[in-house]
């Protein structure tokens, strides 16, 4: 949706999550689909709850003041990659209010998109900022985020080879509502064990926080922990706090998550792969980035981005099944309004 609205192409897309037990939009897709709608005064047809058919005419890109309500967990920052790309190659600044789940499983954390994409779009060209009114968690949400993002004549190409040397690590482990501060130093604590043992002389900080209610719509935990290089890269682990799961598993979790992607030898997490597609496709010049195992969403990214924008991507296997080289020349697409 997000290529059709930048390149003014009409789209079909057919079978929605024609795979799944309840096949069809839900309400985050929907919100999702309207904010592109609005951004572009485009025509969309087909949004309906559970639809598996939707047709889209894009029209003109526009600025201004967008909202989007899921009015459940659903992610305020999937809502957030949605738009983005659209609200790039607007006029003027564009602010986006988004509520639902800050903080929601399947999803990346609000923490992530401000302490690891932000920095690294920042590499393209890209600027926005983010401003945390209210974290909101499974199963109301609740949460509230204002974007801010600037308009760009054009993003240009990264080149993101080489890890570097480890830095430093630091963290961030949380609850809200009800829950204990005791369980963020338990997550914390397991998180830096392993760490440590993994990575040892590497400085590691993990605050230690308790929500406040007015930062905070209902009860959750989780934790993120971000490594940083010589090089300028960010590598990821999170996880998220559920009942059937030990506080300690979850800290273990997140810095498992890390301790394999920082064995790849990439400069991009699992999690960042597909994240950064469409802005390598819309770029002017060639980038490149390692990475791990290629998961099924950066796979679906690249197909996608080829089909609609025509950008060339070449993935190179470095080490079988676990190191890759994504290499794009993207399409040089220019901001018609600067």
């Known amino acids: 949706m997000s290529l059709s609205a930048l390149l003014s192409q009409q789209i079909h897309i057919s079978n929605i999550r024609s795979g799944r037990s309840k096949p069809g939009l839900k309400a985050q897709h929907l919100v999702g689909l309207h904010l592109i709608r609005d951004i572009t005064c485009g025509q969309l047809i087909g949004d309906q709850f559970s639809s598996t058919d939707i047709k889209f005419m894009p029209k003109q890109l526009i600025s201004g003041h967008f909202f989007g309500d899921t009015k459940t967990a659903g ?3 999937l809502l957030f990659q949605t738009s983005l790309p659209c609200l790039l190659y607007a006029s003027e600044t564009s602010y986006l209010c ?3 789940g800050t903080n929601a499983e399947m999803a990346p954390q609000i923490d992530y998109t ?3 994409l932000k920095p690294i779009l920042e590499r393209f060209g890209v600027s926005f900022d983010c401003d945390v009114i209210r974290r909101g968690y499974y199963p109301k949400g609740g949460g509230e ?3 801010t993002v600037e308009p760009v004549s054009g993003l240009k190409a990264i080149q993101m080879t080489e890890l570097g040397q480890l830095t430093k690590i630091s963290g961030y482990s949380f609850v809200a509502g009800v829950l204990p501060i005791k369980m963020t130093h338990s997550m914390a604590d ?3 064990n392993l760490l440590r043992e993994a990575f ?6 993990v605050k230690r926080v308790h929500e406040s209610r007015d930062k905070a719509f209902g009860n959750g935990s989780g934790i993120i922990l971000i490594a940083e290089s010589s090089t300028g890269c960010r590598v990821c682990g999170s996880a998220l706090g559920k009942q059937s799961i030990s506080t ?5 979790s997140a810095a498992k998550d890390l301790i394999e992607d920082l ?3 990439s400069t991009v997490d699992r999690y960042l792969q597909d994240q950064i597609i469409i802005f390598m496709a819309l770029s002017s010049g060639k980038s490149s980035i390692k990475t791990g195992p290629l998961t099924q969403h950066t796979l679906t990214a690249i197909h996608f981005a080829q089909l609609i924008s025509g950008a060339k991507f070449e993935v190179k296997t470095i080490v079988e099944s676990k190191q890759y080289m994504i290499e794009c020349e993207g399409i040089a697409l220019v901001n018609k309004f600067i």
Do not use: C, H, Q, R
């Open 200 to 205: 040892p002389g590497v400085p590691i900080d």
């Open 98 to 100: 988004l509520k639902g």
């Open 263 to 265: 064995s790849y030898g």
């Open 248 to 252: 300690e598993a979850v800290g273990e």
């Open 75 to 77: 992610s305020v920052t």
């Open 114 to 116: 401000i302490n690891v």
């Open 190 to 192: 397991s998180a830096i």
């Open 145 to 147: 985020v204002m974007f």
